[in-house]
């Protein structure tokens, strides 16, 4: 238990009386209390919160609600922020090339002209961090001044967010922020209801439902809430959005507590007039800011480049100051002692070679200058600019959404023009993820297509008349479906295709919302739902209105309200999800919607003709580039539910692996389910992606798909993508069940290309098996292949003896496609090739699914679709449409990259040409370390007189106009067999040989 694991240690304590605080400081605690208080931090296992009780929980070294993200204050910004600039390689040599300039005996000029231009950089930087700063800490007090309502002695009382403790009561009015990590006690609406917007939290603008405990939803008076004692245990802080594990104790019963019963800080109340709630997680200790760690920093390959070059540049300035200091020795041994009447030497000069040694140092401040110290900072106002035309891009709108193109960091502008593998989502991404039922198998019956008088299929366009759905008052008048025979079949009442369309109405986590009779609108938590629950309104099953205990149907003109006994959560494990329902004749049953691959597993034997039947069904649909999902329905004994709903309570209040628990309760009940039929959905492919992809595969940018979509649904929208083509020489499809299957899959296509090839090319027969892993290989093959591998084979080919085989083999491929896959399967392959090839990877999504595989690539692009934002806000670049990713990346990427590099070669080019002089001064002036410029010359000559033409350079300069680059492909590149990588390299840029200047 947690008091066992605590010291209990008073922190001060407050109280309020009429507006009024007074302040308790016990006495200092010991260092060895403190120490314990430490400990008992890092120990935390378990928290326990007790309502309306500060004394008790102020003996747990809980957070308070004051956050803080800030790095600096009044008096650590100079000291802290001069120690993370001087950590730089660069800042630092300078100011030990200042302290040399102190020193007489060595120095050839005056300290000011290495302290201005260093000073200029460090105020300027420092400005720029302190400007930043200074806005996190007027959005701290801006956030920690609010105003919430807090539950003291007897009365609701005005308090600021930072004042607000652990175990206080808040009350939340409608449109109000959430002001910490709340347990929903009770709420103006019926059954302790209430509504969140999520959009601050996950990006999500459907609302969420939440709801209290039963036991505390009707504590609705101050009073009764005041008298209110109960005592939460649960999970320590963390960072899962998603969970919450926990229980209430009160009244000696105890009560489960999860995710659903919880209002986390950042949500927004909406359509609810008031709630009340329990704080749990406070301050830096909520899910929000759990969340808001560190974003990982993602280096460039020009900034490597940079480090090295300048590095590379310090080693020769070294090299010129020896030879200087060489020359210096020898020049006074042989001809500097004859003028030693008029020019003697002093005592720090007594010899030749201590002559040189002190000269070497000179030179060393004479020839600084050959180190850029303005180039870091030159750097980032590019970047910031380049960033800027991204977001000012016209061509990069959407005005349908009314979103702009943004660059989420400044960092990565460059590497946009050097990727060469794209990893992309498909729903949302590549399709428009807003869906319409299309079709649909029944008891082996199929429905959606439309038939003439010979029996053959009619293709379904604009003009097709859609069927009339007239007889149903409540249906939705957008909705379109040109199969009257299922109308017919529901009006006629066949009981399959009733059951069908009520399971559709039952089975889902849609909120209603009735403005005004008749006219509903729902608020689903993805599309796909949407349009299922629409369909079943349309077709006679109308959703109407929900509670936490029940569902009401408008089932073909009457009203049916069902008994909700249990709801099966979808997760990404399970694809599947269920509800155990009581119908009003007093029958229990449970209906299940999910994979088809797991639905089929967990059939009964009975069903195996419906199956296949069905089988051959999704098949169909998929091929035509449908999602689909399989129903079905079980019958449940009563005496058989009451003893298994007992053990779902056990496992609900278990604080430790309560998932695992619910999981096997969940599959146990979930076995022999009768078929009743699949659903098929539509999901459109965005304007201008085949073009889009077409391009990139022009600039030689491979580009594979990623999807947790069947096999079928996704070869068939990667025909539609042009990235599958029936000319292409052969589609490798790897399925296998087993590791030496998939091994044996692999190998055999892998064999299959290297052999053609080489038989395509005489000359090469003779060279090695390792040959075939060279990237020259890659580029000779002149046959176009492609890969198709399901998520549970790739599983076995992402093992380390495998994983090899299956990258070399992908890379030999024009078109790769992995479907059935998991979120962490997407950033495992990402991973894969990053590791493995060195190549730049960019990886484009629009959902939560996807976050793992953007934040794993180099570069990380999310689309704003119907998923929500989760993607958008892991991202480094986001727009709206997936077509904006070849002006990303041809236009801007390009342009980017080589203004940069043109600008680091000019910006090279002129501080050697200015520094050399010097060294070659030096040969007539017998070594003696003299300037041949005047100082200020030297102090301004990279920070005013240079600087405007380099940076206009690297700003504004085109080798291709944007239309031209948007028109010609690598058709040229192609044409000359080019086939040189050289060309990703700065040192490449400026030889015109190379492919770099046509590339994209």
Request: aromatic content about 10%.
């Amino acid at each position: 238990m947690l008091g066992c694991l605590y010291v209990h240690c008073r922190s001060e304590t407050t109280s309020q009386d009429k507006g009024l605080r007074k302040v308790t400081r016990p006495p200092a605690p010991s260092p060895r209390s403190c120490a314990s208080r430490l400990c008992s931090v890092l120990a935390e296992k378990e928290r326990r919160v007790k309502a309306n009780d500060r004394e008790h929980n102020d003996r747990f070294p809980y957070a308070d609600n004051r956050i803080k993200t800030s790095k600096y204050n009044a008096f650590t910004f100079l000291p802290v922020n001069l120690f993370e600039q001087f950590q730089r390689v660069a800042n630092a040599y300078f100011v030990i090339l200042l302290i040399l300039q102190l020193i007489p005996e060595i120095s050839s000029l005056s300290w000011f002209t290495t302290i201005v231009p260093l000073g200029l950089v460090l105020a300027i930087t420092a400005v720029k961090d302190a400007t930043d700063d200074y806005f996190r800490h007027r959005s701290d007090q801006q956030v920690n001044n609010r105003q919430s309502q807090v539950l003291i002695r007897g009365s609701v009382q005005n308090e600021k967010w930072m004042n607000v403790r652990v175990g206080d009561i808040i009350k939340l009015e409608n449109n109000q922020f959430v002001a910490a990590d709340l347990l929903l006690l009770c709420s103006s609406e019926p059954y302790g209801l209430c509504y969140v917007e999520t959009a601050d939290l996950d990006g999500e603008t459907n609302l969420k439902v939440r709801q209290a405990p039963n036991v505390t939803s009707d504590l609705g008076d101050v009073s009764r809430l005041t008298d209110f004692d109960g005592e939460v245990i649960c999970e320590p802080p963390n960072n899962k959005l998603d969970k919450f594990t926990g229980t209430l104790h009160w009244r000696d019963n105890e009560y489960s507590l999860d995710n659903e019963k919880m209002l986390l800080r950042g949500c927004v109340l909406r359509n609810t007039e008031w709630c009340f709630g329990m704080v749990i997680f406070a301050g830096l200790q909520t899910k929000l800011m759990q969340n808001c760690g560190k974003t990982k920093f993602k280096r460039t390959s020009l900034d490597k480049l940079m480090n090295t070059l300048v590095l590379w540049i310090f080693a020769f300035l070294v090299c010129m100051g020896v030879i200087l200091a060489i020359g210096n020795s020898i020049w006074e041994s042989w001809i500097g002692r004859r003028f030693e009447v008029f020019l003697p030497w002093g005592e720090s000069r007594s010899s030749a070679v201590l002559s040189g040694f002190l000269t070497f140092w000179s030179y060393v401040i004479i020839l600084n200058t050959v180190v850029p110290i303005s180039l870091y900072v030159s750097v980032e106002v590019l970047r910031l600019s380049h960033s800027l035309f991204i977001n000012w891009d016209q061509k990069m709108f959407c005005g349908r959404t009314d979103t702009p193109a943004e660059a989420r960091t400044t960092t990565l502008n460059e590497e946009l023009g050097q990727v060469e593998f794209i990893f992309s989502d498909k729903t949302g991404t590549l399709t428009q993820n807003i869906m319409a039922f299309s079709k649909c198998s029944i008891d082996g019956q199929t429905y959606g297509d439309i038939y003439d008088e010979f029996d053959q299929r009619v293709e379904i366009t604009e003009k097709t008349a859609c069927v009339d759905f007239s007889f149903n008052p409540l249906c939705d008048r957008g909705f379109k479906f040109h199969d009257s025979s299922l109308v017919e079949a529901t009006k006629r009442e066949d009981p399959a295709v009733q059951e069908f369309f009520r399971l559709l109405a039952l089975c889902h986590t849609v909120m209603p919302e009735e403005k005004s009779e008749g006219d509903l609108v729902y608020q689903a938590q993805s599309p796909d739902e949407g349009a299922l629950v629409t369909a079943a309104r349309n077709f006679g099953f109308v959703f109407r209105a929900r509670t936490p205990e029940t569902v009401t149907l408008w089932e073909m003109g009457r009203a049916v309200t069902y008994q909700l006994l249990a709801i099966l959560d979808f997760n990404n494990v399970r694809k599947r999800m269920s509800v155990i329902v009581k119908n009003p004749e007093g029958h229990i049953k449970l209906y299940c919607k999910g994979a088809d691959t797991l639905i089929f597993d967990r059939l009964d034997p009975s069903c195996s003709r419906l199956m296949n039947e069905t089988s051959e069904h999704l098949s169909e649909f998929a091929g035509e580039g449908l999602r689909t999902l399989a129903l079905a329905c079980k019958d449940i004994d009563e005496e058989y539910y009451e003893a298994w709903a007992e053990r779902l309570r056990c496992g609900s209040t278990a604080i430790e692996d309560r998932e695992e628990q619910l999981a096997v309760l969940y599959e146990e009940i979930e076995q022999g389910m009768k078929l009743l039929g699949a659903t098929a959905i539509e999901d459109k492919l965005q304007e201008g992606v085949p073009e889009t992809i077409a391009r990139l595969n022009l600039a030689d940018i491979k580009i594979w798909v990623l999807t947790g979509d069947k096999l079928e649904t996704a070869m068939n929208i990667g025909y539609s993508c042009n990235m599958l083509r029936d000319d292409m020489n052969e589609v490798f499809v790897v399925s296998g069940q087993t590791r030496l299957e998939v091994q044996q899959q692999l190998r055999s296509a892998k064999e299959h290309i290297v052999g053609l090839s080489r038989v395509s090319s005489p000359g090469d027969i003779e060279k090695s098996d390792a040959f075939a892993d060279d990237s020259v290989f890659e580029e000779a093959i002149i046959a176009e292949y492609a890969l198709v591998i399901n998520g549970h084979s790739l599983a076995h080919a992402l093992e380390p003896q495998l994983e090899h085989i299956l990258l070399d083999l992908a890379c030999l491929c024009k078109t790769v496609i992995c479907c059935r896959v998991t979120p962490l399967q997407k950033a495992q392959v990402v991973e894969l090739v990053r590791r493995h090839r060195g190549a730049v990877t960019l990886a484009v999504g629009d959902g939560a699914n996807d976050v793992s595989m953007i934040k794993t690539a180099h570069i990380g692009v999310g689309i704003s679709g119907q998923e929500g934002m989760q993607a958008v806000l892991a991202s480094d670049y986001s727009f709206a449409q997936f077509r904006c990713l070849q002006r990303l990346l041809l236009v801007h990427g390009r342009w980017s990259y080589f203004r940069m590099c043109n600008f680091l070669g000019y910006f090279f080019y002129k501080n050697f040409a200015f520094t050399l002089v010097h060294f070659w001064y030096g040969f007539f002036c017998g070594f003696s370390a003299q300037t041949v410029y005047d100082q200020w010359f030297i102090t301004l000559f990279n920070i005013v007189y240079t600087s405007l033409p380099v940076l206009a350079m690297g700003l504004f300069d085109q080798t291709l106009s944007k239309s031209y680059r948007t028109s010609v492909t690598r058709t040229v590149c192609a044409t000359r067999a080019c086939t040189n990588r050289a060309s990703r390299t700065f040192s490449s840029t400026s030889a015109g040989s190379s492919c770099a200047p046509c590339r994209g």
